[in-house]
């Protein structure tokens, strides 16, 4: 019998990666861990579905890590298709339910990893539940999602929502040789870019073959003799659909939290302390998509539900439950995605975002090219620069343009981590060489018209 007993709710990227770290660093004999997870399958990428479905990864087998005999033969004790029901923080127990056999019990805990993801926003519209409308959250979602496109009678397919998931998803369903429709409420997909930016990739969008329709706010799914989806309806405009996916963003998962009691933030996540240890609970954790995070530039706690962020704060946990010591202290904004040809990156504050934090900024935009101008192949790419008025500091960067532009924006991420200013970034030693980049790279000449830009606001 171990010494404690660490329980896992959820076993995907957070809480997986905490009961492996928490694995590595001690045996059995000393801590027993229980994981409970309520789906089929374990450490996957949901990230990788839209490819997946596009038909860039062959099988659904690619997209997972680590299956859950693998995981039991590196003695976790992962329960699959069970679901925890209650949490019992004064007990500390939680209750679970096998839910192939319905059979109920409580499992006492020491310590307690709380990693339930995020839940995808499915608006209770008409008609919304009607075969032929897919979610992409799981990997379940893209299994019936491929089934439904084999058994569309037309290829027509409507996308609702332009965020990130959005755009990838129409860019998949491109692929299996459907007309595409994009609707988003916004004015623009991607709401994390500005609209000069946004309006860069809806015509990048338009160019690869979709049609993108902004200001569209759903009101109705259509179902023909079938029963099965034939069109969305956004007000009195309806677009033909033989297949609809959505991919209207996601609130933190975090009901049991809630009725536990656990503190949570504005937006409905988890509240935790930098060593991801849910506030004024000591022998609790939690990471992944069901927490809130610090935004380093703005000061605020946000939700921003990232794989990137979860697979950190796992083993950030995985290491505390065990008694290392780790800490996560927050995030820049950082994301990237890309839609056929055209990569969008974007990092830090949007001018929206930084006028709604009372910040004075100035802007600086480039077009230039992902590689020298003369080599084969070379692609345009806009990076946009925002910086504080008088002292220069970096506040944030977004990238659009042809293969190799996103990943730049990684070089704005550690800079705005290290709180540098531009005029610091225009001396940053970045690689060169005729296929990677102009000789000035696009991130430095944003920088040095940024620098021009702040000496000239005063
Ligand atoms: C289509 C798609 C594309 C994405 N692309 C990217 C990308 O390119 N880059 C990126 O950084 N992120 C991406 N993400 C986001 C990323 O997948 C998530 O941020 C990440 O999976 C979060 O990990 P998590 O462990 O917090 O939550 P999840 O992966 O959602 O895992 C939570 C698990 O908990 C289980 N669970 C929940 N409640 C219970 C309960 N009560 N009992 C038992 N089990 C429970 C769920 O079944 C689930 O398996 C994408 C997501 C999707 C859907």
């Known amino acids: 019998m171990a010494a404690e007993r660490l329980v896992v709710i959820g076993g995907d990227a957070a809480g997986m990666s905490a009961a492996s770290q928490a694995r590595r660093l001690k045996g059995p004999e000393e801590l027993e861990i229980v994981a409970f997870e309520r789906s089929g399958f374990t450490s996957y990428s949901a990230c990788g579905i839209p490819y997946w479905v596009g038909g860039d990864v062959p099988e659904r ?7 859950p005999e693998e995981h ?3 003695g976790i004790d992962l329960r699959m298709r069970t679901e925890v029901t209650e949490l019992d923080v004064a007990g500390r127990r939680v209750r679970s339910r096998d839910l192939a056999s319905g059979a109920e019990e409580w499992t006492s805990y020491d310590k307690l990893v709380i990693a339930t993801g995020a839940r995808p926003v499915r608006p209770a519209l008409p008609g919304i539940e009607s075969p032929g409308v897919h979610g992409v959250h799981t990997i379940d979602d893209g299994r019936a999602l491929l089934d439904s496109l084999a058994a569309a009678g037309r290829r027509r397919a409507v996308v609702v929502g332009g965020g990130y998931i959005g755009i990838e998803m129409a860019e998949a369903l491109l692929g299996r040789g459907f007309e595409v429709t994009l609707l988003t409420r916004g004015a623009q997909p991607m709401h994390s870019l500005d609209p000069d930016m946004g309006d860069r990739l809806t015509g990048a969008m338009e160019r690869s073959g979709i049609r993108v329709v902004t200001g569209a706010e759903v009101t109705e799914v259509l179902t023909g003799d079938s029963g099965r989806v034939r069109a969305v309806a956004a007000g009195s405009t309806e677009y033909a659909a033989d297949v609809v996916v959505l991919g209207l963003g996601v609130t933190p998962g975090t009901d049991l939290a809630r009725a536990a009691g656990l503190p949570l933030g504005a937006s409905g996540g988890l509240l935790t302390d930098t060593s991801m240890r849910v506030r004024g609970h000591a022998d609790i954790w939690a990471g992944g998509d069901c927490v809130e995070v610090l935004d ?23 290491s505390n439950v065990a008694g290392g010591y780790g800490t996560f202290p927050g995030v820049v904004g950082t994301a990237v995605t890309k839609v056929c040809e055209t990569e969008v990156a974007r990092t830090g504050l949007t001018e929206r975002q930084a006028n709604e934090e009372g910040l004075q900024y100035v802007t600086a935009t480039v077009e230039s090219t992902n590689t020298a101008g003369y080599y084969p192949g070379a692609a345009l790419m806009t990076v946009k620069m925002l910086a504080e008025r008088r002292t220069g ?4 960067v977004q990238i659009v343009g042809g293969a190799g532009a996103a990943k730049r924006i990684d070089v704005a991420a550690v800079a705005l981590t290290a709180r540098m200013t531009v005029e610091q970034m225009t001396a940053l030693d970045l690689a060169y060489a005729p296929p990677f980049s102009p000789v000035w790279d696009p991130v430095l000449v944003a920088a040095r018209k940024a620098v021009s830009k702040v000496r000239a606001a005063g």
Do not use: M, P, W, Y
């Open 393 to 396: 500091r970096l506040l944030g």
């Open 61 to 67: 087998d690619d997209l997972i890590a680590r299956t």
């Open 72 to 74: 039991q033969e590196r």
């Open 296 to 318: 380093l530039v703005s000061g605020r706690h946000r939700f921003i539900a990232l794989g990137t962020h979860a697979n950190k704060h796992g083993q950030i946990i995985g």
